[in-house]
Every structure is written in structure tokens, then in C-alpha cells.
């Protein structure tokens, strides 16, 4: 523009449409540019509990496990607390353990958005503590039947860890971990389980990418809200700086629930125990402490 009061082309383009379209829209009657504007928003959402009810009804109805990843489409907030005791006498406290919001926005599709664990750190090193990375899950549920119908299901994830932790304890890489997750249960027994393999976008010889395969095996007693469970948690290394290594825990653990708060919100809270029963794991028990509010 030669002077402050010239027009460039790129505004009389803009004034161009806004003049095109603007009679356009006072035209069309109020209902339809609300029905048409506003509409499938305000019904997405005035929807969603009971899109959320009928694609849940789809699916067995099994407690999410304390360790496993449920194949399970869940919607909840839940929070863990972990205490671990890890050799050479160092203790870490994780405060949250990447868990937090669950939603299933549409069939057969669900989103897990984390919120970042706090790591401490103690014992006889000096302490380093921190936040951990952001974490992020998306589900797709191939296949699955309620208890009526089959009682099993299939799904699959995508897990996505981004390095926006602390020094001390983020990953410093961006991992992504696909996983196929199952399930099928006979009456009140159910087992599910994830295979899921770890890959790091560098670091490869530092992170490795390890393989995880977690099963829990559940027993629901319904009378007493009672879900006790045993899980084994297997961890193999094929490279990095822990290549060859494997580590397997056996994880007892107790869930009760699901009891009813207010309206659709339920309580869930679970206790485990984990114990190491393979040389040189990465710790060598932990206490898991879960609390869930479905809704």
C-alpha cells in the first residue's frame, strides 16, 4: 500500500465475500440457521449419555483391571496412586500415574486424556523427582458381544507419549505403542488381556522398545460389589540399554464397585499388590491404589 488509507487486494476480497454472503444469511429463516448452524452440535451433545449407554450395552460389562488396559469401551476419571520399591533401596511415589478423563465420543471409538503423574523419588540416592510426560490413548473396538450374546470383545490402541515432562523423569522422545487388546468371559470369569510394543521416534538405544503383554484373570461377586483379580505383567526387551531382559509380576489385587453416587456417577476403588518374580526387574514390589468415577 502506497498510503494508510489505501485498500489492499487482499481486504476487497474479504469485503467481497462478507458482501456476497451476508444477505444470504439474514434471508434464511431464524429456525433454519439455527436447525442448520447450531443443530447437530446441540444434538451431539444432548445425545451423548445415551449414545454412551448403547454403545457400552454393546460390550461386556467387566471391571477395568488395576494393571491391564481394559479392551473394554470405559467412560470415567480415574486417578492411581503407586508406591514402589525399587533395588538398591530407592523408593518412587507416583501421584496419579498418567491416568484421568475417559470418553467415548462416538462408536466404536474411545479417548483417554491423561493427566501427568508426579514422580518422587527417595531412598538412599538423591532424590529426583518431577512431572512425568503427557500420555494420550485412542481405542477401536472391532468386535465385541455382550453377555447375552458371546461375552468377548477385540480392540485395538494407539498410545502416544509426548516429551512435556521434567528432566528427571520424562522420556525426552515421543513413544507411540500400538496394542491389540481381548477379552471373553464364562458366567462371572473373565479374562483380558493387551499385547503392546513400545517405539520410541529415537533413543532406540537407550528406551529399546520393549514388548508388554499383561493378562488379568477376574472373578466378579456380585452380591458383595467384589471384583478380586489376578494379574501377570510380562515385560520383554528385545534392544536398548535392558536388551535380552525380561521381567514378569504377579499382581493380587481387590476391586469394589460399582456403587452408586448421584445420577449416572459411580465409585470404584481397588487396591493390588505387585511382586517381581524374575531377576534384575526394574523395581521389586509396588502397592497400586486405584479410584474411578464412572459416569
Known amino acids: 500500500m502506497k498510503t494508510g488509507t489505501s485498500i489492499s487486494n487482499q481486504n476487497l476480497a474479504r469485503i467481497a465475500i462478507v458482501t456476497a454472503v451476508l444477505p444470504l444469511i439474514l434471508l434464511m429463516p431464524p429456525r433454519c440457521q439455527a436447525a442448520d448452524l447450531f443443530g447437530p452440535v446441540e444434538d451431539y451433545f444432548a445425545n451423548w449419555f445415551n449414545r454412551v449407554d448403547q454403545i457400552q450395552s454393546e460390550q461386556p460389562h467387566w471391571m477395568t483391571p488395576l494393571v491391564t488396559v481394559t479392551p473394554r469401551l470405559e467412560e470415567e476419571y480415574r486417578y492411581d496412586q503407586l508406591w514402589q520399591t525399587q533395588p538398591h533401596g530407592t523408593a518412587l511415589n507416583n501421584f496419579g500415574a498418567n491416568k484421568g478423563l475417559e470418553l467415548i465420543p462416538f462408536s466404536p471409538v474411545e479417548l483417554i486424556l491423561s493427566t501427568p503423574g508426579y514422580i518422587s523419588r527417595g531412598g538412599h540416592v538423591k532424590?529426583?523427582?518431577?512431572?512425568?510426560?503427557?500420555?494420550?490413548?485412542?481405542?477401536?473396538?472391532?468386535?465385541?458381544?455382550?453377555?447375552?450374546?458371546?461375552?468377548?470383545?477385540?480392540?485395538?490402541f494407539l498410545g502416544i507419549s509426548a516429551p512435556t515432562g521434567d528432566d528427571p523423569v520424562s522420556l525426552r522422545h515421543t513413544v507411540y505403542t500400538p496394542t491389540i487388546a481381548f477379552g471373553k468371559g464364562w458366567g462371572n470369569f473373565d479374562f483380558q488381556s493387551t499385547v503392546a510394543d513400545a517405539l520410541p521416534d529415537g533413543g532406540l538405544k537407550r528406551l529399546g522398545s520393549p514388548v508388554a503383554f499383561n493378562t488379568t484373570f477376574q472373578y466378579h461377586i456380585p452380591e458383595f460389589f467384589m471384583w478380586p483379580e489376578l494379574e501377570t505383567n510380562y515385560t520383554w526387551w528385545p534392544n536398548g540399554e535392558r536388551e535380552g531382559k525380561s521381567q514378569l509380576f504377579l499382581t493380587p489385587g481387590l476391586i469394589l464397585g460399582r456403587f452408586h453416587l448421584w445420577n449416572r456417577v459411580r465409585f470404584v476403588i481397588g487396591a493390588g499388590y505387585q511382586v517381581a518374580v524374575t531377576k534384575d526387574p526394574q523395581y521389586n514390589n509396588g502397592v497400586i491404589l486405584s479410584v474411578r468415577t464412572p459416569f
Open 127 to 156: 532424590a529426583s523427582n518431577g512431572w512425568a510426560d503427557e500420555t494420550f490413548l485412542i481405542k477401536y473396538r472391532l468386535l465385541a458381544a455382550n453377555e447375552e450374546t458371546g461375552n468377548y470383545i477385540l480392540t485395538l
